[in-house]
């Protein structure tokens, strides 16, 4: 179980990085902010989808001990 809080971990980090990015760079480059806005976008997705289910797999890992 401790390797989904790492990768939920690793995809908050990405978020914040890709939001720094696509801030930064708005202005220069729109389009390269676009994409690191979709890479912030998916990876907010992907730490939620990953706490459901590590939340899933702790309650039903308890609930048969």
């Known amino acids: 179980m401790k390797n989904l809080r790492i990768s939920e971990i690793l995809y908050w980090v990405i978020a914040v990085i890709s ?3 696509a801030f930064a760079r708005w202005e220069i480059n729109r389009e390269r902010a676009l994409l690191f806005a979709g890479f912030c976008g998916v990876s907010i997705f992907m730490a939620l989808f990953r706490r459901h289910y ?3 797999f702790d ?3 308890n609930s048969s001990e």
């Open 19 to 21: 939001a720094y990015e």
């Open 54 to 56: 590590r939340k899933k």
């Open 59 to 61: 309650k039903r890992s």
